[in-house]
């Protein structure tokens, strides 16, 4: 089968390579397992970080496919699928897989694939505008963490919630479900991208780039009175500033939800910001870094959330062919992407 390969490490462009000659998974399968004919795969920054960053001398880093979302058809299903598993030979799933099967070779960018049952969901055949290229998208990696923000949030009808990274993969979900759930949503991001963060639901678009000081532009404008200030702040794009700063519009008992690891904006403010008391010049505002465990339980609830139209669009930046994953992974590296990039990878 074909399929992309890392075979050193770097850019994708110094490490992709198309492969032809791949080995097509071993039948029959075990357990709860189903392959999978894969239709589309949507790339995600963690896919870059694989790339450039696990030095290919890792045991678990020889020659993996990337790829962690995905959509596709099932053509066999294991022998102990659960009883109650609604996923059938011809079903249309889609769901994401773990940094760790990646790791060991299972990768999304690839004709077929293994999975466990329990990574994905049905793709809602009722949302007759979802194609499958959007379903990758949506029921992958960035839908799923959107879905997770969201529950570790509490989010609830009439909070007041800021998404920053707004038109980001993960924050163009975060934005339709917490409005989608009742919330008055503010987004931030560049202006080339505030009409697609107010065509999510963001009643308001804060503009980063025109702000040379944005966290003192939010406490002007939504600081003062307790009614005035957010009660939850989604951060899909890892401004620390935004949560130092955040006692000045976040109310004291909001919540800052940060996704963005790596050390330097991740671990490091997570340690301070989680450890350091108050009385030591900590911020007095509950903080959270998220880090996801993809499943087929968030997956079919991104699908729900589609069904019940609280999920109106899949914003697409763009769709690329199979043979073109460089390219795809290139415009995803700019960090300037609209919503997901997708890949076609049946032909
Ligand atoms: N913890 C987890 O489990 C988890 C899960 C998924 C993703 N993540 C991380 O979350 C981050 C977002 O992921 P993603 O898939 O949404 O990425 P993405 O789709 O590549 O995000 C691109 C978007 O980020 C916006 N952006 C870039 N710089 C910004 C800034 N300084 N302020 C506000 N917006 C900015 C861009 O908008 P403009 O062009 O308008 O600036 C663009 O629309 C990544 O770092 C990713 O690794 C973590």
Same mark, same amino acid.
């Given at each position: 089968m074909r399929a992309w390969k890392c075979?050193?490490?770097?850019s994708a462009r110094t490490c992709l390579t198309l492969q032809s000659d791949v080995l097509a998974p071993r039948l029959p399968l075990r357990g709860a397992n189903i392959l999978v004919k894969v239709s589309h795969a949507s790339l995600n920054p963690a896919d870059l970080v694989l790339m450039s960053?696990?030095?290919?001398?890792?045991p678990l880093r020889r020659h993996p496919t990337p790829g962690l979302d995905f959509s596709g058809t099932v053509l066999d299903i294991g022998?102990?699928?659960?009883?109650?598993?609604?996923?059938?030979? !011809?079903s249309k799933v889609a769901g994401a897989i773990s940094q760790w099967d990646v790791g060991v070779g299972i990768g999304t960018l690839s004709e077929y694939i293994v999975v466990d049952a329990g990574q994905v969901a049905p793709v809602p055949a009722s949302v007759r505008w979802l194609g499958m290229g959007q379903a990758a998208g949506a029921m992958g990696i960035a839908g799923q963490t959107a879905v997770s923000m969201v529950f570790s949030a509490h989010i609830r009808k009439g909070m007041r919630v800021l998404v920053n990274g707004a038109s980001g993969g993960v924050g163009g979900f975060v934005v339709q479900i917490c409005e989608g759930l009742g919330c008055e949503v503010v987004g931030v991001c560049s202006e080339a991208n505030k009409t697609l963060v107010r065509a999510l639901g963001a009643i308001e678009v804060v503009d980063?780039?025109?702000?040379?000081?944005l966290p003192g532009h939010l406490a002007a404008r939504f600081g003062g009175s307790h009614d005035n200030n957010m009660d939850v702040i989604m951060d899909c794009? !890892?401004?620390?500033e935004l949560y130092t700063n955040s006692p000045k519009y976040l109310k004291p008992e909001g919540k800052f939800v940060n996704i963005v690891g790596g050390w330097s904006q991740g671990v490091i403010p997570f340690v301070r910001n989680k450890l350091r008391p108050v009385v030591l010049g900590g911020v007095p505002r509950d903080y959270t870094l998220f880090l996801l465990s993809a499943s087929g339980t968030l997956s079919k609830q991104v699908a729900e959330y589609l069904e019940g139209g609280i999920i109106k669009k899949v914003p697409i930046d763009s769709e690329f062919g199979m043979e073109q994953a460089v390219e795809a992974y290139e415009k995803l590296a700019t960090g300037r992407a609209r919503g997901k990039i997708t890949l076609k990878v049946a032909s």
């Open positions: 075979t050193s490490s770097g960053l696990l030095p290919c001398w890792l022998s102990s699928l659960p009883p109650d598993s609604n996923i059938r030979v !011809g980063y780039q025109a702000y040379q000081d794009a !890892g401004n620390q």
